[in-house]
């Protein structure tokens, strides 16, 4: 038997509210937080979690992702590991700006995200393929485990896509995972 993977979006944060027309800072600075509402998310998520027994937990170390890490790992009573392959995508010079500033050198749904990199930044398939490093990493080394990866909309969105196979261009067809969404990761 071969590892069971969960993916989690960390909970909603400012930047799904009052500031959802920026990017977010990178690093964070300052830290961003979750939003009570983002908070009661994630600890309705880690009661279902409970169900599943996982063994493991791995996440970002960005203070969303800790945050939303260790409201689970305390309602599942494990530790985190904490990974910076797990951050979120770095879109270099336009962290913190308006995103209609990175929209405009790279339109939201083309192909050339995937392959060009913001100044200061990694494209769609380095991210890619640091989260897939990382999988492989964790199945190398665990076998027969659940295991529950919290981390950013983006990566969660490419990891997914590399799992099923996805071409960039199905990919793009593929639906985001949204603010503390929790799904199975399957091929």
């Given at each position: 038997?071969?590892?069971?993977?969960?993916?989690?979006?960390?909970?909603?944060?400012?930047?799904?509210?009052?500031?959802?027309?920026?990017?977010?800072?990178?690093?964070?600075?300052?830290?961003?937080?979750?939003?009570?509402?983002?908070?009661?998310?994630?600890?309705?998520?880690?009661?279902?979690?409970?169900?599943?027994?996982?063994?493991?937990?791995?996440?970002s170390d960005?203070?969303?992702?800790?945050?939303?890490?260790?409201?689970?790992?305390?309602?599942?009573?494990?530790?985190?590991?904490?990974?910076?392959?797990?951050?979120?995508?770095?879109?270099?010079?336009?962290?913190?700006?308006?995103?209609?500033?990175?929209y405009q050198?790279?339109?939201?749904?083309?192909?050339?995200?995937?392959?060009?990199?913001?100044?200061?930044?990694?494209?769609?398939?380095?991210?890619?393929?640091?989260?897939?490093?990382?999988?492989?990493?964790?199945?190398?080394?665990?076998?027969?485990?659940?295991?529950?990866?919290?981390?950013?909309?983006?990566p969660l969105?490419?990891?997914?896509?590399?799992?099923?196979?996805?071409?960039?261009?199905?990919?793009?067809?593929?639906?985001?995972?949204?603010?503390?969404?929790?799904?199975?990761?399957?091929?």
């Amino acid at each position: 038997m071969q590892n069971i993977y969960f993916i989690l979006r960390h909970g909603q944060t400012i930047y799904q509210t009052k500031k959802k027309d920026f990017t977010y800072p990178w690093p964070e600075n300052p830290v961003v937080r979750l939003t009570k509402r983002g908070e009661n998310q994630i600890k309705s998520i880690a009661k279902k979690l409970k169900k599943e027994k996982i063994d493991l937990i791995f996440a970002s170390d960005f203070f969303r992702t800790r945050q939303t890490a260790k409201i689970v790992a305390k309602e599942l009573g494990l530790k985190i590991n904490f990974d910076k392959r797990l951050r979120d995508v770095n879109v270099g010079i336009y962290q913190g700006r308006l995103r209609e500033e990175f929209y405009q050198d790279f339109p939201g749904v083309s192909l050339l995200r995937f392959i060009k990199r913001p100044p200061g930044g990694e494209s769609r398939q380095d991210c890619q393929k640091r989260m897939v490093n990382f999988l492989k990493e964790i199945d190398k080394k665990y076998k027969n485990k659940k295991i529950l990866i919290v981390s950013h909309g983006g990566p969660l969105w490419l990891l997914e896509g590399a799992v099923k196979s996805l071409n960039n261009e199905q990919l793009l067809d593929q639906k985001h995972i949204e603010v503390g969404e929790l799904r199975k990761l399957c091929p």
